[in-house]
């Protein structure tokens, strides 16, 4: 009897140590298939480009974001593909990024416009505001100068916008030459560069520079919200017209995004209304009318006259 129960239990062990053995195997077996799960889901949620737009960076940064973090999602809708804003530190870090084939769609000024067509010459502007084909700059005072024009600008301290700002820097630069003054000799110091427009005007508000230049699109704007301390800066001179801001594609984008999404791109922005994005408020506009690349032939000449085509 004692050999049997012992070798019952010599039996009963043997299949427990089996049945245990089959269960860690299948336990093993499970985790690589939920593993190659866990890849498909995140390989699926990550695949096709996503069409990515960036903007000179001429406005306060939380507007910029929330109006075309806005503008993105309205895209995204309309050509039925993933778009993202990707906001940029300076002009010309837009510049690069666009030449590189990191930003698909931009909105940049005449100048930042040039630099970009003399990278990347297959790019396409397409689409500008209404005034943007007579624009022009403002140069501004501390209130009660005196100032009448252009020439009454020597022997006093300036600033202008961003170095890289067509209504800020390369078309004030171009009118004052005109006038026949010398920037970087007949101001009291050095021409200084804000960065941005609502940055110059707060300078000269200040009283940390007599005169500056800015954008007339952002001067009235800034006027009509009440942001202008009017009792400490004013206008005294507005250019002549030139061609400014635009939305440009960059080129291969029905390559990268599908045939037709070039065209669908340009409908959506060319038919916008109002209503249909927190942009229309932020640019200032009603709607988006046609241009093309030819129309800043005149930035690309005085961009080339003074060395900034780059």
């Known amino acids: 009897m004692k050999k049997y129960l012992l070798a019952l239990l010599a039996s009963f062990m043997l299949i427990f140590t089996a049945c245990s053995s089959n269960s860690n195997t299948e336990t093993k077996t499970d985790e690589p298939a939920k593993v190659e799960e866990d890849t498909a889901e995140e390989t699926a949620s990550t695949d096709g480009e996503v069409f990515k737009i960036g903007a000179i960076p001429d406005f306060d940064q939380a507007?910029?974001?929330e109006a075309f973090n806005d503008f993105a999602e309205y895209l995204s809708k309309e050509i039925g593909k993933p778009v993202e804003f990707v906001p940029t530190v300076d002009y010309?870090?837009?510049?690069?990024?666009?030449?590189?084939?990191?930003?698909?769609?931009?909105?940049?000024?005449?100048?930042?416009?040039?630099?970009?067509?003399?990278?990347v010459p297959e790019a396409e502007a397409f689409a500008q505001r209404p005034s943007d084909q007579e624009f022009k700059s403002v140069f501004i005072e501390q209130k009660g100068l005196g100032l009448k024009g252009l020439e009454d600008l020597k022997g006093k301290t300036f600033t202008f916008g961003s170095e890289s700002s067509t209504s800020g820097h390369l078309m004030p630069r171009y009118f004052l030459t005109e006038a026949g003054i010398n920037p970087d000799e007949d101001f009291d110091g050095a021409a200084n560069y804000s960065g941005s427009h609502d940055k110059t005007y707060k300078l000269v508000e200040s009283g940390a520079f007599q005169t500056g230049a800015v954008n007339v699109q952002y001067w009235e704007k800034a006027l009509d919200e009440g942001l202008v301390d009017e009792t400490k800066v004013e206008e005294f001179y507005r250019t002549p017209d030139f061609y400014d801001y635009n939305w440009t594609l960059n080129k291969d984008i029905d390559q990268k995004f599908g045939e037709g999404t070039a065209q669908k791109v340009k409908d959506t922005i060319l038919n916008m209304k109002k209503e249909d994005s927190k942009i229309m408020d932020l640019l200032s506009t009603e709607e988006f009318i046609e241009t093309k690349n030819e129309n800043y032939d005149l930035i690309k000449e005085v961009a080339e006259q003074l060395g900034m085509l780059n």
């Not at 010309?92 to 990278?119: H, P, Y």
């Open 63 to 65: 507007e910029m974001e």
């Open 92 to 119: 010309a870090s837009l510049v690069t990024a666009f030449d590189r084939g990191e930003i698909d769609l931009a909105w940049f000024g005449g100048l930042t416009v040039t630099q970009a067509l003399n990278k």
